[in-house]
């Protein structure tokens, strides 16, 4: 389970490649109305995301039977063997690679309880710094590389509970402005897509309230991470998760931002939500 649970999001990926063909496969792990609920999705991702949600939630057992599955089916997709080729040569953690000015944050956090809870990670940024070694440029095989001032954040967090404040930040630096205490902030101006979100919020908010389903959509393009889907959903009203989900995105910045836009601009999304032809101005 606890590997399906830390590759879940590459094998969405690549599942997403023919979600139908694996959903047959799984006839004897889901029940009919878990079937339904997978094929009912609009999305090739969507149904491969809600598929292994389910599965995951089944517990030790059906996560076996599935791996079972993967295995018995790894001819069929074409980055599949991977999974199986790391579970070989017993890569239980990931292998990390980083210079001098970057940061690759692979905590795990398990079964605990606080008041509050704050990961902050600060660097500063050298697009001339490299990996030292290296051979014609060559990036180093590995899970995860981090240079020039980049930050990669692939901490795993499950069963905690926090009765206060949960914060993640990640501010990166150029050279001249790394002066003083890690806990001076740096204001960051706003890009033209958390200006359009945060001036449409209100807006936004009243249309997608209409239908939960945005929740998944945000899921399955990773603009929210599988921890904060879970706590949306279970956000009491459609009003509140929707605000929530907009103030998750807009506090994750620019880039993020536009990929939120993007997946609104989406011809399945504005099925769903019309009105969101005239609060983006889509023809």
Known sequence: MERLKSERNRLCAWLSEDPDYIVDHCGDILSVNECREVQKQTSASEKISVLLGIIINK?????????DVLQQNQDHYKHLQ???NNSAQGLITPKVVSDKCSVVSVNEVRDTRGKSFSNKVEVVSDPGGGLSGLVDGQVPQAN??????????ADQISGVRIDGDIEFSVCVKPPEAFTGTVNETQTVPQGPAVRMITEHKVELIDCL??????????QARNIVTDMQYQDLKQTSGPTRAVTDLLDVVI???QETCDRFLQVLRGADVLDTYPQLRNILNIN
């Open 82 to 84: 991977q999974f199986f």
């Open 59 to 67: 517990g030790g057992g059906a996560c076996q039977s599935f791996m």
């Open 251 to 253: 506090g994750k910045g």
């Open 209 to 218: 309230r209409s239908d939960p389903i945005i929740l998944q959509h945000a």
């Open 144 to 153: 995860y590389v981090a240079t020039g001032g980049s930050v990669i954040l």
